[in-house]
């Protein structure tokens, strides 16, 4: 199978009208770069060719297209530092990658760069000897020696450019060494016949981990910079409901429900128009880095629907709903998808400097705004205006409510970015307000500020569509289907569903594509010339979303289709040796100087992580024991993990838990369209019941009857019946609602 994104120039030579080869592609952010001075090349067989031809280093820069520092250093060093681009273009091959169309390759390199630099992130500068072996690498670098005590770029360039002139043979054979290292440090064999580590063991240290880490005073995980982390806050919902009587049990609860209240307070989350920025800048979720990732509002929705499950707490459901509503009207494809990202950076309402854009333009608001804007006197308050109670509310400031150290490039100055730090009853009593009053106030006022904000210039979307974020999406549309009991969720979820299956499902050889593009000269989605195939993570992340969807609609096809998926995937990523997924599929090894695993649960759950709950949960929905026996492989090769650094593994570390958890299939007996059986489901749903799987045995599930012989066994005689089951042998047989809520009561 063929990785490359090359395509091939018209035959006049042009570039469809942009400065460099950039212009080819159909990635957005690539397409950002094509008129850059630097002469970029995509990552494929040319670049390549002209490495090993000239006998140049290769420059690598990879981001995506939502980054902000990425932007700043196209700006600063790209775009059109002559300088630094002759340096470039005269003594590298430069090749440009977008990190969200090849995870693979900023694995390879990023590994590289955190084990010689101790940081990572984006966007990633690595120089690499002409056959890709890395040997010098970073994030991001200023053009000059000024900044942040950061290495000037250009003067890393000429250290560069000057080592390997007065020793080529020590450059090339140091990027021999530094592979030979690399492929040491990710080793990891399994002992044939090893047990599973102790899941009681592995849970005890995961949760004391994420303890210490926790921060009791503003939710959520570490200081500065803070992630939303919902892996982490999935964990400490699965231990609750483990131990719900425990004092550990119930911190852990407690650390979830925090943690989500306090971000939805937070400049992280947006208040006007709803949805998560990446991550928080500091400690008490304040001031964001403001890019919207797809795979944050998918994650978060499906804590924000746990938190709700658990607590019953209304204003969970609320920011759950207020993600999906972000999500279905800002990066919802008119086809069913969903684009990948919203930037970071717009061109502010008050431009100083005239088409330059800023971080987080389109979302802040000077004094000056909120005054002018929101004057509406408040009825049986002299002097007191509907701006008066949002600017408390929302701890607005004259000279803005960023501390300058927060803000090094001074492009919050002035600026407000808004912030809860009490409650609606505080601001109804400063202003000796009904609680009912005050809130009505903010909602007009929130009205307001969002049809004047919809004046700015909007940040840029990423119109592209990737397919294991779609599968995160897909799952976050059915959980809160699940939970709220909302069709319309479901049918946005089918929607995808049926958009991939179309676009990303190659039915001629049954695999799946990494993306697609939208094309403003057709106006729809398109593959591209040469699409990318499909990664481990594009495999589980949509058979996630295929399972959790099959819950919200128990149309059997869904599990058809995770079947044919997941062994599609365990031909083109298992490893027959020491077990679980590589990445990247067979007979990409040219293309990349390692194959690796997919190894850590960071800003998404990795493929092996999320696998081994799939395959859980498949071997339970269809009786398919090899499905139960591969996951326990993967577990058990990642042991070692599990029991020393359960952390970077928590979602592996909830599979654990569910294969150990006396996990039980609830097989309700009845027909989709019976008020019987719709009373079953509820009752279901109402709980946050993460060991379970629901199968509904009604009429049409011919695939699951045809495939599962003992459900015949639990037909629908004209009342729904609910089954607890395990392997399929009825346990319990529960006659009415009544009698299931008792069971779980009891349970």
């Known amino acids: ?144 020696d000024r900044y942040f005590g950061r290495p000037g770029f250009k003067n890393v360039l000429l250290q560069i450019i000057k080592a390997y002139r007065d020793d080529r043979k020590g450059v090339l054979n140091q990027g021999d060494e530094v592979l030979e290292e690399l492929h ?28 210490k880490k926790y921060d009791p005073e503003y939710g959520g995980f570490g200081r500065a910079p803070k992630f939303p982390q919902p892996v982490y806050l999935e964990f400490m919902f699965r231990k609750y409901a483990a131990d719900p009587e425990t004092e550990k049990g119930k911190k852990a609860k407690e650390i979830g429900l925090e943690s989500l209240r306090k971000m939805a307070l937070g400049g992280i989350y947006d208040q006007i128009g709803k949805g998560f920025h990446r991550y928080s800048t500091d400690a008490e979720w304040h001031l964001p880095f403001f890019e919207k990732m797809l795979y944050d509002q998918a994650q978060l929705a499906m804590a924000y629907a746990s938190a709700f499950q658990i607590s019953r707490d209304e204003a969970f459901a609320k920011i759950l709903k207020e993600i999906l509503s972000y999500v279905n009207s800002c990066l919802k494809d008119k086809e069913g998808g969903f684009y990948s990202a919203e930037d970071s950076d717009s061109f502010p309402p008050h431009p100083s400097e005239p088409n330059v854009k800023r971080e987080g333009a389109f979302y802040v608001w000077t004094y000056d705004d909120l005054t002018k804007s929101l004057n509406e006197p408040v009825a049986g308050k002299d002097g007191v205006t509907d701006g008066d109670v949002f600017i408390f509310h929302y701890d607005c400031q004259k000279h803005g409510n960023i501390e300058p150290f927060k803000d090094p490039h001074a492009e919050m100055a002035h600026q407000n970015v808004l912030i809860m730090r009490g409650d609606l009853k505080k601001t109804a009593e400063n202003f000796n307000l009904p609680v009912e009053d005050t809130e009505q106030i ?18 840029l979307v990423d119109r592209k569509i990737v397919t294991s974020w779609n599968g995160l999406m897909i799952s976050g549309l059915a959980r809160a289907a699940q939970v709220l009991g909302e069709e319309s969720y479901t049918k946005s979820a089918l929607q995808a569903i049926e958009f991939l299956r179309v676009t990303a499902y190659q039915p001629k050889d049954g695999y799946l594509l990494r993306s697609s593009y939208f094309d403003p000269s057709a106006n729809k989605m398109v593959i591209g010339p040469n699409p990318i195939p499909g990664f481990a993570e594009d495999y589980a992340m949509l058979i996630n979303g295929l399972l959790d969807t099959y819950e919200a609609c128990f149309d059997d096809k869904l599990l058809e289709f995770a079947e044919r998926f997941q062994k599609h995937q365990d031909h083109l990523f298992w490893d027959e040796n020491d077990y679980g997924y590589f990445r990247t599929p067979k007979g990409s090894e040219s293309d990349i100087v390692m194959r690796l695993k997919d190894s850590e649960d960071g800003d998404e759950p990795c493929s092996n992580s999320l696998s081994c709950r799939n395959l859980l949960r498949l071997a339970m929905f269809l009786g398919e024991k090899s ?40 097989i309700i007996a009845g027909e989709l369209d019976s008020d019987d059986t719709k009373d079953f489901i509820r009752s279901i749903n109402s709980h ?24 015949s066994s639990m037909k629908y005689d004209g009342k729904a019946t609910a089954y ?22 009891l349970n």
């Open 688 to 711: 946050f019941l993460p060991n379970k799987v629901v199968i509904v045995n009604h009429s049409g599930a011919t695939f699951l009857r045809d495939r599962v012989e003992a459900l």
């Open 442 to 459: 903010l909602e007009k006022a929130r009205e307001k500020l969002s049809r004047l904000r919809q004046e700015r210039s909007r940040p």
């Open 724 to 745: 607890i089951c395990e392997d399929f042998e009825a346990k319990q047989k529960l006659p009415t609602v009544e009698s299931l809520e008792k069971y779980f009561r």
């Open 184 to 211: 040491k440090a990710i080793k990891f064999k399994v002992e044939k016949g090893s047990d599973l580590p102790s899941c009681s063991d592995v849970v005890e240290t995961c949760f004391n981990l994420m303890d």
């Open 1 to 144: 199978m063929t990785t490359s994104m090359e395509v091939d120039p018209p035959s006049d030579g042009s570039y469809r009208g942009y400065r460099n080869r950039l212009g080819l592609q159909m990635s957005p952010y690539l397409i950002q770069h094509a008129n850059d001075l630097v002469d970029w090349y995509s990552w494929g067989r040319e670049a390549f060719e002209k490495a090993r031809e000239e006998k140049k280093l290769i420059f690598l820069s990879i981001g995506y297209s939502a980054c902000h520092w990425c932007h700043l250093m196209q700006d600063e060093s790209f775009k059109d530092h002559k300088e630094i681009c002759q340096l470039l273009n005269d003594n590298f091959v430069c090749i440009k990658v977008d990190r969200e169309e090849r995870p693979d390759v900023d694995q390879v390199y990023m590994f590289f760069v955190q084990a010689t630099q101790g940081g990572c992130g984006w966007p990633l500068s690595a120089w690499l000897t002409y056959d890709r072996k890395p040997i010098v690498g970073g994030t991001y670098f200023p053009p000059e």
């Open 627 to 666: 499905f139960r026996d591969k996951a326990v492989k993967i577990m058990t090769s990642f042991g070692n993990r599990l029991q020393n650094m359960p952390m970077a593994v928590s979602e592996m570390v909830g599979a654990l838990m569910f294969h150990c958890g006396n996990p039980e299939q609830i």
